[in-house]
C-alpha cells in the first residue's frame, strides 16, 4: 500500500512541511534564500503588506505596535534633550527644492510630483515631501529674528515618499513612517553639538532597547546628504552580514539658512545667518529588527520594544477546570505581572479552539519574548512553565515569585539579543591593507571590511563599481591615522566599508 494521504499529501511530505508543533512550517530558511525569509518573517508575523500603490506598504497592527514602541522610546529621547514637536505640511512647492542645488540635485529622482488639483493644472507645481529641509527653512525665515529666537528645536512624526524603484517591505518603500528632528543655532559650534547630540540620542536607544550594535560615525562626502557639510550615521550589521544604515544626524552648516533666509540680529546688532541640523530614522528600523534577531521560526523581538512581552496560555482539555481554576488564575497572574510590566504588556490567550501546539507556534511566530504556560499539573503545583524565545529554554517558576522573577528573565533575553548580535558583528569584522585584500576577504567572508581610507568621491565610486562596497562610516570611536588601502596616502581615517541595505 502507499503512504497514507491527507488533503492530496503523502503524510510523510507533509510532516515534513510541519513544525514540532505540527503547524506549518511557512518560512523559508534563512540560510537558503535571505530575502525570501525576510519576507515570510514579515508575512507570518503579520508586520506589512503590499499596498496597492507599487512601492507602497500597509503597515499592519503588529508591525504598527512594534512602531508605537520604538516611537516611544525616541520621543521621549527627543524630549529629554530639550526638543518640541509640530507638523509641517506634506505638499512643497517645487519652487522650494530648487533653492538649494544639492538638496535638489539628491532628490529630484525620486520626487513625486502634484500637478493637477481641483479638477484644474497647477500654476506651479507641488512636491510630495522627500524630506522636510525646504518648508521647515522657509517657515523658520519667518520665526526667526533675533539671536532671542534662537535655538529652534523641533521635530516631527509624519511619512514622507521617495520614489523607489526597488521597493522591499520596511527597508524601502516609496511611502514610510518616520521622525525627521530639525534646528536652527546661532552659531556653528552649537549646531554641530546638537548634531552630535542626536547621533548619540539614536546610539543609545538603538543599543539600549532595539538591542542593536551600531557603529557611530561620519560619512564619507560620497555617502552625505544631499546639502550637508557633514552627516553622521549609526550603522548596522544584519545576519546576512551586509550593513543597514539605521538613523543619520546632519550638520547643514548654513546651506539652507543661506538658501531660505534664516537670519537674525546677534547680540552686537550684526545680521547673521543661522546654522542648521536635521536628523531622523524611520520603520527601517523594524526591518533592522527583522534581520538582526528573527530565525527560522519567526519573528524575534528584544522585550523592550515588544508590545506583548509575555503570553500567558491556560492548557487543558477539560472545559469546566479552564473556566473554574485555570482561566481565573491566569487571570491573577496578569494582573500581577502588568503591575510590574504596564498595562496591555501580558496577552492572555483564550484561543481555546487551537491545539496547544499550534498556540505556542503563533506567539513564537510573532517574537513574543516570554510564554507562559499553565496547564493542569502546573495549577495543581503552583507554578508556570517559562519558555524563552531568544533560546528555547524552559524555567519553571513559582506563582508567588512570577512578579520578581519574569521582568528579571525578560532584561536577560534583552541583553542576550544585543549580545549575540555584538558578537556576531566583531565575529565578522576583518582588517584590510590594500585593495587586493579588500576584494578577497569581501567575495570570501563578507561582512564589516576596516581599514584606512582617504580616497575622493571618484575613489569611492571605483570602489563600489568594482566590489558593491561602500564606505559605511568613519567610525568616531576610532580616530587612529594610517596609510590609506586604496591610494596610499598617509594620514588616512579608519574606515568600514560594506555592501548595504
Same mark, same amino acid.
Given at each position: 500500500m502507499g503512504s497514507k494521504r491527507w488533503r492530496g499529501f503523502p503524510l510523510p511530505i507533509l510532516m515534513s512541511l510541519m513544525g514540532e508543533n505540527g503547524m506549518a512550517k511557512n518560512i523559508t530558511p534563512r540560510a537558503q534564500d535571505f530575502s525570501q525569509w525576510y519576507l515570510d518573517v514579515i508575512r507570518v508575523a503579520g508586520l506589512a503588506d503590499y499596498a496597492p500603490v507599487r512601492g507602497c506598504m500597509v503597515v499592519r497592527p503588529t508591525g504598527y505596535s512594534i512602531w508605537e514602541v520604538i516611537q516611544k522610546h525616541f520621543d521621549e529621547g527627543f524630549k529629554e534633550t530639550g526638543h518640541v514637536n509640530a507638523y509641517f505640511p506634506l505638499l512643497i512647492p517645487h519652487s522650494f527644492l530648487e533653492k538649494e542645488a544639492q538638496h535638489v540635485e539628491g532628490f529630484a529622482p525620486e520626487c513625486a510630483v502634484v500637478t493637477h488639483a481641483g479638477g484644474e493644472e497647477l500654476e506651479e507645481p507641488l512636491v510630495v515631501r522627500p524630506t522636510s529641509e525646504t518648508v521647515i527653512g522657509h517657515m523658520y525665515s519667518k520665526w526667526v529674528q533675533s539671536w532671542r529666537d534662537l535655538p529652534l528645536l523641533i521635530n516631527q512624526w509624519c511619512s514622507v515618499m521617495r520614489w523607489e524603484k526597488r521597493p522591499r517591505l520596511f527597508l524601502r518603500t516609496s511611502e514610510f513612517l518616520w521622525q525627521e528632528g530639525h534646528t536652527a543655532h546661532a552659531t556653528r559650534d552649537e549646531a554641530m553639538e546638537e548634531t552630535l547630540t542626536m547621533l548619540e540620542v539614536y546610539r543609545r536607544i538603538m543599543v539600549e532597547e532595539l538591542a542593536l550594535p551600531v557603529v557611530a560615525g561620519e560619512k564619507s562626502e560620497g555617502e552625505r546628504f544631499p546639502g550637508a557639510d557633514n552627516t553622521f550615521t549609526c550603522e548596522a550589521m544584519m545576519s546576512d552580514k551586509k550593513a543597514l544604515q539605521a538613523g543619520t544626524s546632519h550638520f547643514l552648516g548654513q546651506n539652507f539658512a543661506k538658501a531660505f533666509e534664516i537670519a537674525f540680529q546677534d547680540q552686537d546688532g550684526q545680521v547673521q545667518f543661522a546654522w542648521t541640523t536635521s536628523w531622523g530614522v524611520s520603520t527601517r528600523l523594524i526591518g533592522a529588527l527583522i534581520m538582526t534577531h528573527a530565525d527560522d521560526d519567526g519573528l524575534v523581538l528584544p522585550p523592550h520594544v515588544a508590545p506583548v512581552k509575555v503570553a500567558l496560555l491556560p492548557i487543558s482539555t477539560d472545559e469546566e477546570r479552564l473556566a473554574s481554576d485555570l482561566e481565573p488564575k491566569a487571570r491573577e497572574l496578569v494582573t500581577a505581572l502588568e503591575a510590574r510590566l504596564g498595562r496591555r504588556s501580558v496577552a492572555l490567550d483564550t484561543q481555546y479552539h487551537m491545539r496547544p501546539g499550534d498556540r505556542f507556534f503563533s506567539h513564537l511566530q510573532k517574537g513574543v519574548p516570554l510564554r507562559l504556560e499553565l496547564g493542569e499539573r502546573e495549577w495543581q503545583e503552583g507554578r508556570v512553565r517559562a519558555v524563552r524565545r531568544d533560546t528555547g529554554e524552559?524555567?519553571?517558576?513559582?506563582?508567588? *515569585? #512570577? !512578579?520578581?522573577?519574569?521582568?528579571?528573565?525578560?532584561?536577560?533575553?534583552?541583553?542576550?539579543?544585543?549580545?549575540?548580535?555584538?558578537? /556576531? *558583528? #566583531? !565575529?565578522?569584522?576583518?582588517?584590510?591593507?590594500?585593495?587586493?585584500?579588500?576584494?578577497?576577504?569581501?567575495?570570501?567572508?563578507?561582512? /564589516?571590511?576596516?581599514?584606512?581610507?582617504?580616497?575622493?568621491?571618484?575613489?569611492e565610486k571605483a570602489i563600489k563599481e568594482a566590489t558593491g562596497a561602500t564606505v559605511r562610516c568613519f567610525p568616531l570611536e576610532d580616530q587612529s591615522t594610517g596609510t590609506c588601502f586604496y591610494t596610499g596616502k598617509p594620514g588616512a581615517r579608519r574606515a568600514l566599508f560594506a555592501k548595504a541595505y
Amino acid at each position: 500500500m502507499g503512504s497514507k494521504r491527507w488533503r492530496g499529501f503523502p503524510l510523510p511530505i507533509l510532516m515534513s512541511l510541519m513544525g514540532e508543533n505540527g503547524m506549518a512550517k511557512n518560512i523559508t530558511p534563512r540560510a537558503q534564500d535571505f530575502s525570501q525569509w525576510y519576507l515570510d518573517v514579515i508575512r507570518v508575523a503579520g508586520l506589512a503588506d503590499y499596498a496597492p500603490v507599487r512601492g507602497c506598504m500597509v503597515v499592519r497592527p503588529t508591525g504598527y505596535s512594534i512602531w508605537e514602541v520604538i516611537q516611544k522610546h525616541f520621543d521621549e529621547g527627543f524630549k529629554e534633550t530639550g526638543h518640541v514637536n509640530a507638523y509641517f505640511p506634506l505638499l512643497i512647492p517645487h519652487s522650494f527644492l530648487e533653492k538649494e542645488a544639492q538638496h535638489v540635485e539628491g532628490f529630484a529622482p525620486e520626487c513625486a510630483v502634484v500637478t493637477h488639483a481641483g479638477g484644474e493644472e497647477l500654476e506651479e507645481p507641488l512636491v510630495v515631501r522627500p524630506t522636510s529641509e525646504t518648508v521647515i527653512g522657509h517657515m523658520y525665515s519667518k520665526w526667526v529674528q533675533s539671536w532671542r529666537d534662537l535655538p529652534l528645536l523641533i521635530n516631527q512624526w509624519c511619512s514622507v515618499m521617495r520614489w523607489e524603484k526597488r521597493p522591499r517591505l520596511f527597508l524601502r518603500t516609496s511611502e514610510f513612517l518616520w521622525q525627521e528632528g530639525h534646528t536652527a543655532h546661532a552659531t556653528r559650534d552649537e549646531a554641530m553639538e546638537e548634531t552630535l547630540t542626536m547621533l548619540e540620542v539614536y546610539r543609545r536607544i538603538m543599543v539600549e532597547e532595539l538591542a542593536l550594535p551600531v557603529v557611530a560615525g561620519e560619512k564619507s562626502e560620497g555617502e552625505r546628504f544631499p546639502g550637508a557639510d557633514n552627516t553622521f550615521t549609526c550603522e548596522a550589521m544584519m545576519s546576512d552580514k551586509k550593513a543597514l544604515q539605521a538613523g543619520t544626524s546632519h550638520f547643514l552648516g548654513q546651506n539652507f539658512a543661506k538658501a531660505f533666509e534664516i537670519a537674525f540680529q546677534d547680540q552686537d546688532g550684526q545680521v547673521q545667518f543661522a546654522w542648521t541640523t536635521s536628523w531622523g530614522v524611520s520603520t527601517r528600523l523594524i526591518g533592522a529588527l527583522i534581520m538582526t534577531h528573527a530565525d527560522d521560526d519567526g519573528l524575534v523581538l528584544p522585550p523592550h520594544v515588544a508590545p506583548v512581552k509575555v503570553a500567558l496560555l491556560p492548557i487543558s482539555t477539560d472545559e469546566e477546570r479552564l473556566a473554574s481554576d485555570l482561566e481565573p488564575k491566569a487571570r491573577e497572574l496578569v494582573t500581577a505581572l502588568e503591575a510590574r510590566l504596564g498595562r496591555r504588556s501580558v496577552a492572555l490567550d483564550t484561543q481555546y479552539h487551537m491545539r496547544p501546539g499550534d498556540r505556542f507556534f503563533s506567539h513564537l511566530q510573532k517574537g513574543v519574548p516570554l510564554r507562559l504556560e499553565l496547564g493542569e499539573r502546573e495549577w495543581q503545583e503552583g507554578r508556570v512553565r517559562a519558555v524563552r524565545r531568544d533560546t528555547g529554554e524552559k524555567i519553571d517558576l513559582p506563582w508567588d *515569585r #512570577l !512578579a520578581e522573577e519574569v521582568p528579571a528573565i525578560l532584561e536577560q533575553i534583552q541583553q542576550n539579543l544585543y549580545q549575540r548580535a555584538l558578537e /556576531f *558583528r #566583531l !565575529a565578522h569584522t576583518h582588517d584590510v591593507s590594500s585593495f587586493d585584500q579588500f576584494r578577497s576577504t569581501l567575495e570570501e567572508k563578507g561582512g /564589516f571590511l576596516r581599514g584606512y581610507f582617504a580616497g575622493t568621491r571618484e575613489d569611492e565610486k571605483a570602489i563600489k563599481e568594482a566590489t558593491g562596497a561602500t564606505v559605511r562610516c568613519f567610525p568616531l570611536e576610532d580616530q587612529s591615522t594610517g596609510t590609506c588601502f586604496y591610494t596610499g596616502k598617509p594620514g588616512a581615517r579608519r574606515a568600514l566599508f560594506a555592501k548595504a541595505y
